[in-house]
């Protein structure tokens, strides 16, 4: 099920919190694909101009050193990383208007929701 394209490779998680990375991680590899996992948006940042681009990235918008909300604004300043797909997944109720995500899941995660969003960009 993951993406085969050489261009793409696989899902970048960005949270604070080790158990819900893990977790996703673990989930979304039995799926086929390829994950690594963050703890802040400055990390995804630097992982993002170092690395190989994922197809998305699920990012967590309350964390510390750079929340959610600052990651997405410098991901859109640079050029390189810009156009990657975005899905925020929150417990908080602020709407997705106010980041410029792609897509929205509400924690606690439903699964299949969350895999629908992203065969969406990974298909």
């Keep these: 099920m993951g993406n085969d394209d050489a261009t793409c490779s696989g899902i970048l998680i960005v949270d604070d919190d080790p158990d819900i990375r893990d977790s996703l991680k673990e989930v979304l590899e039995d799926e086929g694909y390829e994950v690594n996992g963050v703890a802040n948006g400055r990390e995804a940042l630097e992982y993002l101009r170092k690395s190989p681009r994922p197809c ?52 606690p995660l439903d699964l299949g929701r969350l895999f629908e969003a992203i065969e969406r960009y990974c298909g």
């Design 56 to 107: 998305v990235i699920l990012l967590d918008l309350m964390m510390p050193v750079m929340d959610g909300w600052q990651f997405r604004r410098e991901q859109k300043q640079d050029p390189a990383i810009a156009d990657i797909p975005l899905i925020v997944i929150t417990a908080t109720g602020k709407r997705p208007v106010l980041i410029d995500a792609d897509e929205l899941v509400m924690k």
